[in-house]
């Protein structure tokens, strides 16, 4: 089996030229990226946040730096950012590093904020650039963000695959007698063990909590007869995120349930044949809609049809009405209609890449309403 590491080919050293061409594009001076997935895309450092700033400074025109706090300094060494043509400034305790951040700027009019930066930081960098605009670094970024280069899409498709793995062990867990909580605590080892570095989210919404599409999970009582809706993910040492969902029965399921789930497939399809460069991201969500409306079930698919997926589990592109974006190869997002009529609910997740003539499925688990035995 290969893994994809943070290397060289996930974090190109050429990165930070696009994105300073992207940033002079935007009409920013410079980028100013705090930990999170902005600074982990540009650097590959997976810096941990804390109150302590650490910074990378991208100018549109000139070098870069990293701030950092000194004590953090071998550690960013050591993380892939060691390996690109960037200057780290460590500061000491009694440093200002807001002032350290101030100078390399100088007059600068307008700069982008990582898209998470913590407001203490937000402000501070506020005060110590009083005369420069502070704009979202998605400005220069989210087009960068969204195209997916091949390590990208690969790094995406090793997590759907270890998503896929745990998905397969689901069935023995879902036992009448269960709370959903041990379920979920169960699908958290499992979702390490299948090779992600951090398990972030495991819903596991069983009968009339179904019909609720973020439930988490609680301490109900699984039930013979139940549908059970398990939407999983993690992510993965790359830094690259999973996110999956199966909608299962314990023991032969409610007839409502068999009857509106054809249609939710059905829907699912139509929004995979959807995709291709050049359809908006809109169209693909009213794809999905189509079948659901026709068969009645329109007022309970309650939420969009998708979200871009990578480094972060939902980013651009949103697939949802309004969204005139036109998708283009390298765009990852999930298609994941769902129906609540109440009192159950399904719904159906899969990964997706837009390719150059269509559209490659990242999960390959059954995506039928998989029947427990109770
Ligand atoms: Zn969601
Ligand atoms: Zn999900
Ligand atoms: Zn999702």
Redesign the pocket.
């Given at each position: 089996m290969s893994h994809v590491h943070g290397g060289t080919e996930l974090y190109p050293a050429s990165r930070i030229r696009d994105v300073a061409a992207a940033t002079g594009a935007a009409g920013l001076a410079a980028l100013l990226l705090t930990p999170g997935p902005d600074l982990r895309y540009v650097t590959g450092y997976d810096a941990h946040e804390s109150e302590r700033l650490t910074c990378l400074v991208l100018p549109a025109d000139g070098d870069p730096i990293l701030v950092v706090p000194r004590l953090e300094l071998p550690k960013a060494l050591a993380s892939p950012a060691g390996q690109l043509n960037l200057e780290l400034v460590g500061w000491e305790e009694t440093d200002d590093p807001y002032a350290v951040v101030a100078r390399r700027l100088g007059a600068a009019a307008a700069v982008g904020l990582a898209d998470r930066m913590w407001a203490l930081m937000v402000l501070r960098l506020r005060a110590a650039l009083p005369g420069a605009r502070q704009e979202l670094a998605s400005t220069a970024l989210r087009d960068l963000r969204a195209r997916k280069s091949p390590a990208e899409i690969a790094a995406l498709r090793e997590a759907a695959v270890a998503i896929d793995r745990v998905h397969a062990q689901v069935p023995d867990w879902l036992r009448p007698g269960r709370t959903e909580a041990e379920v979920a605590a169960d699908i958290a080892v499992a979702i390490r063990a299948q090779g992600h570095a951090t398990a972030d989210?495991a819903?596991v919404a069983s009968g009339p909590n179904g019909a609720s599409p973020h439930h988490t999970a609680s301490d109900r009582v699984l039930q013979r007869g139940d549908t059970v809706v398990v939407?999983?993910?993690g992510t993965m040492p790359s830094g690259y995120c999973s996110?999956?969902?199966r909608t299962y029965a314990i023991g032969a399921p409610p007839a409502d349930v068999t009857g509106y789930y054809p249609v939710l497939r059905d829907a699912q399809e139509a929004a995979f044949a959807a995709v291709r460069p050049g359809v908006l991201a809109e169209a693909v969500d009213a794809a999905a809609r189509d079948p659901i409306n026709a068969a009645g079930y329109g007022e309970f698919f309650v939420h969009r049809t998708g979200h871009g997926i990578g480094l972060e589990?939902h980013e651009e592109p949103y697939i949802v009405a309004g969204n005139e974006e036109e998708l283009e190869p390298g765009h990852a997002f999930?298609i994941?209609p769902g129906i609540y009529p109440g009192p159950s609910g399904a719904?159906i997740?899969d990964i997706v890449v837009c390719t150059a003539d269509g559209c490659e499925r990242l999960n390959q688990v059954s995506r039928e309403l998989i029947v427990v035995p109770a």
């Open positions: 989210f819903i939407d999983i993910g996110d999956c969902t589990t999930s994941e719904r997740e």
